[in-house]
């Protein structure tokens, strides 16, 4: 089994903030290859289906970004998963909107989920997938941008990331990072 980990705030009026682009990678990943209902586990809400043939479950921990893992370390307990069993989807200021990069290990970058789940894991030696969301330009304005809404200029190229990454999801899903990445950058490079 994979654990496949949307970064997030579980608020309702947090739904639509850059912060919250793992959230909303795992439902369109979730809902595009017909896993089950959400339903609250592991301090969180998990719903499970296949992905290329590889049974996933998909994880939205309910704690907080600052305390995602928590949950996370909850779900890998309880199904004995190694770490390279797990993928982290989140949000990378060091990416422009509509990049998506894969690597497994690495710092947390100053990102507070990817520090807990550090933190309550023992180690970074998990997958991550980067979903871009560009910088803002200056420091001051960073916390401002990560928990501002996407501007409606951006919801086209966001809608295409997403759509891109549940299309190629497959190949990650089957251990191919690098083709991964290839797809979703073809099924993306005509938006604007």
Known sequence: MLLWVGL???EPGMSRQRHNIG???LDVIAHRHGFSPWRQRFKGLVAEGMVGGERVLGL???TYMNCSG???QAAVAFYKLALPDITAFHDELDLVPGKVRVKRAGGAAGHNGLRSMDRMLGSNDYW???LGIGHPGVK???TGHVLGDFAKVEVPLLTATLDAVADAAPLLAGGKPEEFMTRVALLTQDVA
Do not use: D, H, Y
């Open 128 to 130: 991550r997938v980067r």
């Open 140 to 142: 001051e304005r960073v």
């Open 23 to 25: 959230f909303m990678a």
């Open 8 to 10: 997030g705030n579980p």
């Open 70 to 72: 928590e949950s996370v």
């Open 60 to 62: 939205k921990p309910l």
